[in-house]
């Protein structure tokens, strides 16, 4: 991805040397260092799936959705998932309302290709009827606000979307075990996905003054920068993609080091979007509890402990 996924801020060449100027003594215009991230903060709405997720100025929301539909044909036993990304006008003048523009496609391969290529979610479990029916789980992507570096806000929010939904639970019924049946909610409790790993992404800006690197660029970084690599890596270190497009070469020693930091930096953001995730749940859980309070009530009770009469028992307590 080269700067097609910048936005198009005029610096002026004043500004310009200054940011150089600036990377040459080690300091960023915002005051991090170069191989620091910018402060994280990861929210999720009223219904599961959907999360938000801000990145130093850079602000993006994600939307998780299922539906039933015909497998492919090569993998009749899979189900599928896609990424899709909208980059409103009101996020950058750069972009343009209508049909996705090359910038929004490319920043949803990036995302697929982490996901997809490295196994994270189980498609298989999404499988309801081999060769009839599967699970197709759509990823929406929409950028508020482009401070910079929108790959990796993206990216955390689409993991982060798919950790929390839930899709219905289904069983299969009728006179020849053929037929779907859709459970709602409020009989039977929809099934989380499973997600075998977090890919994290992790973008590196590198500039053409001695070879200048650093981590998390923000949108005026980007403006004057001369090449840049995203490396998906997990906590473990594994390394999931990575995405080199044009600009400055690199070498391998440089790529090396970035891999080094992106596995320190994947098992930082890993652990906040579990933190942020188990918080959510907790609520979520708690929410319910308060909603369906456990209720008894018991008539006709006789001395010693003894029934007569009419009963009635019931209990509702979901959690």
């Not at 992404?201 to 590198?206: C, D, E, K, Q, Y």
């Not at 308060?290 to 006789?302: D, M, Y």
Request: aromatic share 6%; proline share 5%; with cysteine.
């Amino acid at each position: 991805m080269d700067s097609r996924l910048a936005n198009t801020w005029r610096l002026t060449v004043n500004e310009r040397k200054f940011i150089e100027t600036a990377l040459l003594s080690g300091i960023r215009i915002d005051g991090r260092n170069p191989y620091e991230y910018r402060k994280l903060s990861i929210k999720f709405g009223r219904e599961d799936g959907s999360s938000e997720v801000q990145l130093g100025q850079t602000h993006v929301m994600g939307f998780v959705t299922c539906q039933l539909l015909q497998p492919y044909r090569d993998r009749p036993n899979e189900g599928t998932l896609a990424i899709f990304t909208e980059f409103s006008p009101m996020a950058d003048p750069s972009f343009e309302p209508g049909r996705p523009g090359e910038s929004a496609v490319e920043l949803g391969r990036i995302i697929d290709r982490g996901l997809r290529e490295s196994r994270a979610v189980d498609t298989e479990s999404l499988c309801v009827l081999a060769g009839k029916l599967v699970w197709a789980i759509r990823v929406d992507l929409h950028i508020l606000d482009n401070g910079g570096n929108l790959v990796d806000a993206a990216n955390i929010a689409a993991l982060a979307a798919l950790l929390t939904f839930r899709r219905p639970e289904c069983s299969l019924g009728g006179e020849d075990s053929q037929e779907v049946i859709l459970h709602p909610p409020e009989e039977r409790e929809p099934l989380p996905l499973i997600v075998h790993h977090l890919p994290i992404a992790v973008t590196f800006g590198f500039f053409s003054s001695e070879s200048i690197m650093v981590i998390d660029p923000t949108h005026h970084e980007e403006a004057v920068m001369a090449g840049r690599m995203t490396a998906t890596l997990n906590a473990n270190g594994d390394v999931c993609a990575i995405q080199k497009p044009g600009g400055e070469g690199v070498l391998q020693s440089v790529i090396m080091q970035c891999l080094r930091l992106a596995s320190r930096t994947a098992g930082d953001i890993t652990k906040k979007i579990n933190d942020a995730v188990e918080a959510y749940k907790t609520e979520r859980a708690s929410s319910k509890i308060k909603r369906h309070p456990a209720s008894i009530a018991l008539e006709g009770i006789g001395s010693g402990g003894n029934v007569k009469g009419k009963q009635n028992l019931s209990l509702n307590l979901r959690v």
